[in-house]
């Protein structure tokens, strides 16, 4: 089952351009996370956000969350042709604390 | 140690074939997952253990097996699958407190059923 929804499918940008995905979902969550996963490998946690928080960021990376829309956004400042990869946002449920469900997920190019 | 290992990386399996996919994690992680991810789409949950037990099963089809004989290892029997199964199959683990933090994948056995 799929929790959310993500815009774009897709995206092409040049290196040092800024990068933004968004990410709606349908339930009530505990948290929602962004995960990076490069030509369909292993994902790696990228940043977690809690439901009683609306910023956070991380190095180049800056996520909001307005749980009133049930909406959360992927900044990626100044992109690298390293970040292309796929990325998906993931949330776990306020019911269920072990289940961890992913969205559509954007293919992210970075063209150097 | 911060690593989830799957193996094998890749496995190429008849229909009439068992095959079994093993995950393992040193962490001391409580929660183990199964995800299957089709090429262009995004993991699908199937199966959750928590404390050796399974807590939570998507309905999956019973040619899927898991066991999680001990707090370390995770394996995922296969048996009679078909093409359409063919997938990467991705194993996580997360720490007691999912609420705060992440989940730790591994890098993949890419399954293909012929």
């Known amino acids: 089952s799929q929790q959310g929804e993500e815009d774009p499918q897709a995206l092409s940008i040049q290196e040092g351009e800024n990068a933004t995905m968004n990410c709606s979902y349908k339930t009530s969550i505990n948290n929602l996370q962004w995960y990076r996963q490069n030509s369909g490998r292993g994902l790696v946690h990228l940043i977690l956000i809690r439901s009683n928080e609306r910023e956070k960021h991380s190095g180049r990376l800056r996520v909001t969350l307005d749980t009133s829309k049930k909406s959360s956004s992927l900044l990626i400042t100044a992109s690298r042709a390293a970040d292309t990869a796929s990325y998906f946002c993931?949330?776990?449920?306020?019911?269920?604390?072990?289940?961890?469900?992913f969205g559509t997920g954007t293919r992210l190019q970075v063209f150097p | 140690d911060t690593e989830v290992t799957q193996t094998p990386k890749h496995l190429v399996m008849g229909m009439t074939n068992k095959k079994s996919l093993k995950c393992e994690q040193h962490?001391?992680?409580?929660?183990m997952y199964w995800y299957k991810q089709k090429a262009k789409k995004p993991p699908e949950l199937m199966f959750v253990?928590?404390?050796?037990?399974?807590?939570i099963n998507e309905s999956v089809p019973s040619r899927f097996s898991p066991e999680c004989p001990n707090s370390s290892l995770l394996n995922l029997h296969l048996h009679a699958l078909q093409p359409e199964d063919s997938a990467l199959y991705l194993c996580?683990?997360?720490?007691?407190?999912?609420?705060?933090?992440?989940?730790?994948f591994g890098q993949g056995t890419r399954l293909t059923v012929v």
């Open positions: 962490m001391g992680h409580r929660a």
């Open positions: 993931a949330t776990l449920r306020s019911y269920n604390t072990d289940k961890l469900i």
């Open positions: 253990y928590s404390y050796e037990k399974l807590s």
């Open positions: 996580a683990s997360s720490p007691f407190e999912i609420m705060n933090t992440e989940a730790f």
